[in-house]
């Protein structure tokens, strides 16, 4: 039998494929969820910041 040649095994070698794709799919969700507590806090922020002024014009009027 002769050896398969490099290129064809490394083609055919499957090892390590889906510890990838999950690390693929964990990076994804990771950059998602950062994106949307970004966001999330941008609001809480301007929401916050809303209460903060209306608390001082109430306590300077």
Do not use: C, W
């Not at 055919?12 to 994106?35: F, H, P, R, W």
């Not at 929401?47 to 009027?61: R, W």
Request: zero cysteines; proline letters at 3%; hydrophobic letters at 50%.
């Amino acid at each position: 039998m002769m050896p398969k040649p490099f290129a064809r095994r490394i083609g055919m070698d499957e090892t390590g494929a889906t510890a990838t794709e999950y690390a693929l799919a964990a990076m994804l969700i990771a950059v998602a969820a950062a994106s949307a507590i970004g966001s999330l806090g941008t609001e809480v922020n301007a929401h916050y910041s809303g209460i903060d002024n209306a608390v001082q014009d109430a306590t300077q009027g």
